[in-house]
């Protein structure tokens, strides 16, 4: 037997088992899903997510959401425009439509979606023009989501003249799609007229509701049998488009680059009398050519290729908001396929096998094939898509002249994509384009794809039966593919990615153990990269994990980016004068007891960081890898500088004695703040003292307040001032309370901080004297004690408030123990004879009977293994 029919019977053979362990998983799954409740167990109010919003869920838990998968709606209007009757009919359409107030937590792992109550939509509005305004939409748009506290849309008015302004609504691509900007768009049209004139607004029909599509679509998952057999059947043996890899540009994994070419006049109207004369639709032919293309430039003649396929095809979807699509592999063999004729008709043939099975949601066939969904260098199956571009939505508002608005997102949801853009009637001229992930392609390669592309629709749209000619060898020449490191030893980081497979697989691999054949899956792929973060503190996705997929391979990817972390860390206070790298963060405080752990949290997500310290303290963060800039609180020129040319900001620095100068240092960073987020940590002390003992997120401050405390506040209302005149992205303020952690700043917190009496009363082996309790409020409630957070879980929190600012206030609360607990766990930990004694009349007081809600950041307060307070007392006291 040769060589290459060996390997051939072994891949065979791999696929084999890969299927049979899919099968086994899928119905082990489909098991528990039936032993549960729908809703996930909890009343009405809960809904399962639909397999289309399973998939975007997951894409962000594996660490490939952001702006790829937001959906800005954009509209330029000129002419008289009323905000406040465009802000009620926004919140009507709010209202009316669950999904766009809904949120998206999860327990045990299974998603879920929750209504949440109907509020006013508050419209941004800030002046700007020209590039200024091109620049903020775009970050407006691109900005992320919190799709475990909401809110899902964002609206934003950029006037740029007093009759000339651009309206943008961005939403998560888990709430909607491209229908439902059509559903959006018309019935926000006739709300606006309603309010403009003073009539009622809301329609007479109810709308119908997605969770409901949700709950039948699951409902009807047992009764895809046949449907998922059929993908079964067809998809197996497929591999994923051999796209090279000569020529794509490291580091830029997921960045989108576009290139096109104009069309001759006539070539639409051609491509559609070809079409006719096929008995195909224009999105046929171009999916053909997109075929025809791929078979020229690989020489592959089994070619996978994804398209999108709606499920509005009944009379309740038509007018449904949510994300109603579904992927439809088509896989068309083309052997001996030698003209653009042939692959036409074949390609119709398959398209319509599939969508006779449309209805089987991509998610399943991917669940059902198991690891057979990616060949072994981690490539999805479905890695190339092409597409008739339809022209882009767009608001209608009586009195103005409306016209959609172009807003660009950076990212790509496939490796290659072939479009075809018919232009319009405004005279937009038609092409032809290609757009690609410049990670995994590289240009040349791309421009030779694109030309391919032209040709075939240029021939096929003059009436002509190309010929074809699989000379692959063009573009997939022997070595081109990337090639994991088969024959590489296991590197530094190897034993570690084993021993965190054993601990979640349930058996320990060797260097070559495949993530799949041990039982892997999604999900387990998001706790392999958290758990492997953790533990080695460099940068590392779930992609990364079902891309890798051994230890050896995973160990590389790790070694080459902890390699990278270590180049020696740039110095100095000329921060203004240095060009920062795309998306950095400064960091204030960066050797403080929080900044550090933001620091390692921000290094293990891969950004990059400027951390702003004390000339003396530099040589604490310069070993992390990061850009240092020198500079002081009380300096307001070094805090300008620090700032400029930063993508976000994590204020976690304060002098805790000097709040003057905390307020003047906000005011400092505030001025030279310019784009992206801001993050400001603030204090549980900014409440003051409530009359309440539950104490919600957006309660009201009360007297008295600490001096500490209200400089914070003043602090976050500069906040809210600079976020609202300038129009510049999502603000947070972050309210923590005592932050407990392995540091040294923390350690004494813990020994001369406002713990610091019971502290030294216990190392002295004194009587430990609680804090004063005062009166028992009227809920009867006797407890009293401390808010605390563990500081990892402060950094996870403040990192992703800068990747997805929760716009307002919220609690960072890890839980609240009491003053007699805290005190004996202090004395059993130092080995004090000490005893506990109630407080006298003249006890000192702290803030104790209150209990503080963190409702909006919850899923992010998780603690992790490690991160309960005693763990944190004792690890604490170790230093």
Known sequence: MSSTAGGTAAEASRQEALLRLARRRSADARARRQERPAGGGEGDSRAPLSHAQHRMWLMERLGQGGAVYNVPFATRVRGPFDAAAF???????????????????????????EVTAARQVPVRTVDASGEAARKLLGEEAARGFDLAAGPALRALQVRHSEDDRTLLLTFPHIAVDGGSLDVIARELGDRYRAETEGREAEPERAAPQYADFARRERAAADALGEGLAYWTGRLA??????????G????????????????EPGTVEGLRAAGRAHRATLFTVVLSAAFAALLEATGEEDLVIGCASSHRDTAGARDLVGLCVNTLPIRAGLSGAGDTGTVLSRVRDALLEAQRHRHVPFDLMVERLGAAARDSGGNPLVGVTADVLAPPPVLRLAGAECAPADVELDGVKFGLGFYLDEGTADGTEPRC??????????????????DGFAGVLASVAAGGNRPLSAAGQRLAEPGALAEGPADAGPGASAPAVMAVFGELLG????????????????LLAVRVAERLRERLRVPLTGLDVLEQRTPRALGALLDERAQARRRPASRGTSTAARPSARGTVLVTGGSGGVGAFVLQELAARGRPVRALVRPESAHLVAADGVEVAEGDLADAESLRAAVSGVDAVIHAACTFTSPEVDVAAMRALLDGWRRGSFVFVSSVDAYGRPSVTDVAEDAVPEEPLTAYGRAKLDCERMLWEAAGRSGRGGAAAVRAPIVWGPHPRLRDQLRWGATGALFQAARAGEPVVLPAAGAVPASGDPWSGVPWIHAAALARTLVTCAERPPQGTVNAIGGHVGWEEFAGELIRLLGSPSTVTAAGDRAPG??????????ALAEELVPRPGEDWRSAIAAMLAL
Do not use: C, K
Request: glycine share 14%; proline share 7%; net charge positive.
């Open 248 to 263: 794509a540009e490291a580091g830029a994994r997921g960045q989108a680059r576009v290139l096109s070419v104009p069309l």
């Open 507 to 522: 058996e320990r691999p060797g260097p070559d153990g495949d993530f799949f054949l041990l039982g892997g899956h999604s």
């Open 87 to 113: 802000g009620r009919a926004l919140t009507g359409l709010v209202r009316r439509h669950e999904v766009l107030r809904t949120r998206y937590g999860h327990r045990d792992g299974e998603p879920y979606q």
């Open 846 to 855: 702290l803030l104790h009977r209150h209990r503080y809600r963190a409702e």
């Open 433 to 450: 384009l290609v757009r690609y992930d410049r990670g995994r392609l590289g240009e040349e390669t791309a421009r030779r794809l694109l």
């Open 237 to 246: 043996g497929a591999r994923p488009v051999p796209l090279p890899r000569g």
